[in-house]
């Protein structure tokens, strides 16, 4: 009896250190990608908007859904108000941006976003 407790506590183990690495590994590749996402994000509000962003979060979809990365923040100076820039990881451009509408409808309509 003693053995097969041993046998499935090992492979208990065996399981959450592979799921555990797993883990480890797809955090490594969102942070990479997230590097690359917000100097272009924050590239795209300063060209279109005129604005500068700051960071708060961000979040990477399942590859199985869609490429993109929803990163969260904010206008200096207007902290209160969350601006949301969704961008494509695979296409490296940004597919839209949402925000409250003082935001929104100063983007300036002369420059065509990609």
């Known amino acids: 009896m003693?053995?097969?407790?041993?046998?499935?506590?090992?492979?208990?183990?065996?399981?959450?250190?592979?799921?555990g690495g797993c883990s480890v590994v797809s955090s490594v590749k969102n942070k990479e990608k997230m590097d690359i996402a917000l100097p272009?994000?924050?590239?795209?509000?300063?060209q279109y908007y005129n604005a500068d962003f700051v960071l708060k979060d961000y979040a990477v979809d399942?590859?199985?859904i869609h490429s993109r990365i929803f990163i969260d923040g904010y206008i200096k100076g207007h902290e209160d108000d969350t601006i949301t820039v969704a961008y494509d990881y695979e296409k490296k451009e940004v597919i839209y941006v949402i925000g409250p509408s003082w935001f929104t409808d100063r983007r300036n309509p002369k420059i065509e976003a990609p």
């Open 40 to 46: 272009i994000s924050v590239k795209h509000i300063k």
């Open 62 to 64: 399942a590859p199985y």
């Open 2 to 19: 003693k053995k097969v407790i041993i046998i499935i506590l090992s492979f208990i183990t065996i399981i959450a250190i592979l799921v």
